[in-house]
């Protein structure tokens, strides 16, 4: 059901792939070139990785349905949908940055808390995604 794991990204004509650290300060160095670290809350940059995770959401419905069509014709229309479809969420990925920095976090430790709360968990899975026990 998965994609397997892919990166345009390093068949882009670059000499060096940019590190997690080096874009997310560029993410930081935009948002406060936009004024948005001094004028945003954590609150509104969730509502923001919201709107561009509902923003993904489509260009995967429609990849999907372009998937599933499969014919010839569409395959130009597939790699467009699937190129957006990677923009939008590095968009999802960029506003949560933003509001983890407005929270005063380090991205890291907030991903090493999550996953150490999610590995505990059972549960199974119910049409496609994992429904945790209560």
Same mark, same amino acid.
């Given at each position: 059901? /998965?994609?397997? =794991?892919?990166?345009?990204?390093?068949?882009?004509? *670059? $000499? *060096?792939?940019? $590190?997690? !650290?080096? =874009?997310?300060?560029?993410?930081?160095?935009?948002?406060? @070139?936009? /004024?948005?670290? #001094?004028?945003? $809350?954590?609150? =509104?940059?969730?509502?923001?990785?919201? !709107? +561009?995770?509902?923003?993904?959401? @489509? !260009?995967? %419905?429609?990849?999907?349905? %372009? !998937? +599933?069509?499969?014919? $010839?014709? @569409?395959?130009? +229309?597939?790699?467009? =949908?699937?190129?957006?479809? +990677?923009?939008?969420? /590095?968009?999802?990925?960029?506003?949560?940055?933003?509001?983890?920095?407005?929270?005063?976090?380090?991205?890291?430790?907030?991903?090493?808390?999550?996953? #150490?709360?999610?590995?505990?968990?059972?549960?199974?899975?119910? @049409?496609?995604?994992?429904?945790?026990?209560?």
């Amino acid at each position: 059901m /998965g994609r397997a =794991l892919k990166s345009s990204y390093g068949n882009q004509k *670059k $000499t *060096k792939m940019n $590190t997690f !650290e080096e =874009l997310e300060k560029r993410a930081y160095n935009w948002a406060g @070139d936009k /004024g948005i670290l #001094n004028n945003s $809350t954590v609150v =509104l940059q969730l509502k923001k990785a919201g !709107e +561009e995770l509902q923003e993904a959401r @489509d !260009e995967a %419905i429609h990849l999907r349905f %372009i !998937e +599933e069509r499969g014919t $010839t014709a @569409d395959w130009e +229309e597939h790699d467009q =949908l699937d190129s957006n479809l +990677e923009m939008e969420m /590095g968009d999802v990925l960029v506003a949560t940055l933003i509001s983890i920095r407005l929270g005063g976090y380090e991205p890291l430790l907030c991903l090493e808390k999550a996953l #150490n709360k999610i590995e505990k968990r059972t549960g199974k899975m119910v @049409d496609g995604q994992f429904v945790k026990d209560n």
